[in-house]
């Protein structure tokens, strides 16, 4: 029988910030892209995007955040995935984060950072190259 | 990933990570998903499966939010699947529902799942039946399918829930809507939405004008329901009525129900087998080709070819 994957993607918006344009913007476009994608809406916490990710079975997730509160919040997201076992969802991040904050990001996990002026096709070639392969 | 044994026994013992990965392969068709299915099988017949459909924007996903915190104020355990349409152009699909109910995310005793339809018919996706089952077998007490907004025709619902309650909201249209065949004939429960706006007494009347007009005597009367989604209005008497329904089901007809869904079933899994056979076969032979461009040129209809394959197949009907 044919098997007919399609990858499935959460867009989540963690912490205190209402400014959702961006993630809808990028969601479009994953959704443009033919894949299925997941909004959890605002002001999520860490719990929610994880429980979130671990329902919904996602190979990718996409952290949009403009409110400064990276350093705090995307450790405790990394941390709680791997408290799950999900080591091998695709995590990248978006929004406003400063260029001298990536290093420190990248080391926690999250595989590449967009920031503003990223364009949309950049962002789906780089899910489509780097989805975990699933078995 | 683990091996689909391990993922049924998860599945069994409520783990959220096994549901989730036996929904994933269900949905993607992939070949372990008719032995996790034969597996769990046993297990499912506990919950107690409810349709919500109704037209796009009419509050549906709001209204499954305040249904949830009711039953697990009663103590039950709740899953849902949120079906979305997938786009027909390029397969993807945005799936929104969840975003209405987020806050229960983090509640053990709930589990949430979006879908998208694949280009599925008739308001919910080709995996939406077994999902349900695995969330039965998982111990779920209520399993909760939110169809895609759907308008007069998308009535699949039937096959899946045992108790269908159809949404509206008041002005979306006149009685001669009500009327109309297809959705309005499934409800088992019909709920006004948005009751604080203006017209919902209309609508609601509209709705119990277009009952008084079923000749036949039916043993269960659909009720008409007033709820206001946002606020839980109306949220604890709709739920009243879903566990009347459910004792009326037990008590009359479930197993005449039953026996209908179990038919249905056979004769879908039958198709599927029977076409998947033969298509195989006909790949394999390298002439698939061959009929779809007699199809293509007029010579054969498809009808016909289906006849002469079974015939094949199956040899000589009667």
Redesign the interface.
């Known amino acids: 029988m044919q098997n007919q994957r399609k990858i499935r993607v959460l867009i989540a918006k963690p912490g205190l910030d209402s400014h959702d344009r961006g993630a809808k913007i990028i969601a479009r476009a994953l959704r443009d892209a033919g894949m299925e994608v997941i909004y959890t809406g605002l002001k999520q916490t860490p719990e929610q995007i994880v429980e979130t990710a671990l329902q919904e079975d996602v190979d990718v997730i996409g952290l949009s955040i403009l409110s400064g509160a990276h350093k705090t919040l995307f450790p405790m997201i990394m941390e709680l995935l791997k408290q799950k076992g999900l080591t091998d969802v695709l995590v990248v991040a978006g929004g406003i984060i400063p260029e001298e904050d990536v290093p420190e990001m990248k080391k926690l996990g999250i595989k590449e950072i967009f920031g503003p002026g990223t364009r949309t096709d950049k962002i789906v070639q780089f899910v489509f190259e780097n989805v975990p392969k699933r078995t | ?1 683990p091996k689909i044994q391990e993922i049924a026994r998860g599945v069994l013992a409520g783990d ?2 096994s ?3 036996a ?2 392969t269900i ?5 372990k ?1 008719q032995e996790l299915i034969a597996s769990i099988f046993p297990h499912t017949g506990n919950a107690h499966i409810i349709g919500l459909t109704g037209p796009p924007g009419s509050g549906k996903s709001t209204l499954i939010d305040k249904i949830i915190r009711e039953y697990r104020r009663k103590g039950k355990t709740v899953g849902v699947i949120a079906v979305d349409p ?2 027909p152009f ?7 529902d ?2 209405r109910m ?1 806050e229960l ?2 509640d053990q005793g709930v ?4 879908m ?1 339809t ?1 280009n599925y018919l008739g308001g919910i996706a080709k995996a939406t039946k077994n999902a349900a089952k695995v969330l039965d077998a998982a111990g779920k007490d209520v399993v909760i399918v939110e169809t895609v907004g759907a308008g007069q025709s998308e009535v699949e619902i039937i096959k899946v829930a045992q108790t269908i309650v159809v949404l509206f909201a008041p002005g979306l249209g006149d009685e001669i809507q009500a009327i109309k065949a297809g959705i309005m004939e499934i409800a088992d429960i019909f709920v006004v939405n948005k009751a604080d706006r203006a017209n919902a007494d209309k609508a609601v009347m509209d709705i119990q004008a277009m009952l008084q007009l079923n000749n036949k005597e039916k043993k269960w009367k659909p009720p008409v329901l007033k709820t206001a989604a946002l606020t839980g209005e109306g949220v604890p008497q709709l739920i009243e009525r879903i566990e009347e329904h459910r004792l009326f089901l037990e008590k009359k007809f479930e197993r005449k129900r039953s026996r209908e869904k179990a038919e249905a079933e056979l004769v879908e899994a039958i198709k599927e087998k029977v076409a ?1 056979s033969i298509i195989e076969e006909l790949k394999r032979e390298g002439k698939l080709e061959e009929f779809l461009q007699k199809i293509l040129e007029k010579k054969m209809d498809p009808a016909s070819i289906a006849e002469k394959l079974l015939n094949r197949k199956f040899g000589k009907q009667v």
């Open positions: 990933m959220r990570r549901i989730a990965r929904i994933t949905e993607n068709n992939s070949p998903a997938t786009s390029t397969g993807g699909a945005f799936l929104g969840r975003i987020q995310s983090t589990f949430i799942r979006s998208a694949r998947s």
